[in-house]
Nanobody
Framework: QVHLVESGGDSVQAGASLRLSCAPSKFDYKLACMAWFRQVPGKGREGVAAMHSDGGTAYADSVKGRFTISRDGDRKNTLYLQMNSLKPDDTAMYSC??????????????????WGQGTQVTVSS
């Protein structure tokens, strides 16, 4: 497992943009697939966007056209989430996840084995 650290969360007005970042503690570790999840109190964790190291992506319907996932850095292990046109419904704790197992990018919690602590995004109307 790899320790992941997120940053970039903030409190913003509806319509604003934010960019979240996720950096691993081990840059020489192969992370085939990385993803962003979000969770609000009382609800399950929701997959937002995922990206394989080969460039393949997957998005939740609720964020398509507004959010963009990308990877950069050594072994492309630094993960980003550009969030535009934010809505109050986007308010949640955003966490990144990663797995060394290759496969199609998925928004399911499986097969991710490494998780960050999360960064809070709050969008007010």
């Amino acid at each position: 497992q790899v320790h992941l650290v997120e940053s970039g969360g903030d409190s913003v007005q509806a319509g604003a943009s934010l960019r979240l970042s996720c950096a691993p503690s081990k840059f020489d570790y192969k992370l085939a697939c990385m993803a962003w999840f979000r969770q609000v109190p009382g609800k399950g964790r929701e997959g937002v966007a995922a990206m394989h190291s080969d460039g393949g992506t997957a998005y939740a319907d609720s964020v398509k056209g507004r959010f963009t996932i990308s990877r950069d850095g050594d072994r492309k292990n630094t993960l980003y989430l550009q969030m535009n046109s934010l809505k109050p419904d986007d308010t949640a704790m955003y966490s990144c996840a990663a797995t060394p197992v290759s496969g199609s990018p998925t928004l399911s919690r499986n097969p991710y084995t490494s998780w960050g602590q999360g960064t809070q995004v709050t969008v007010s109307s």
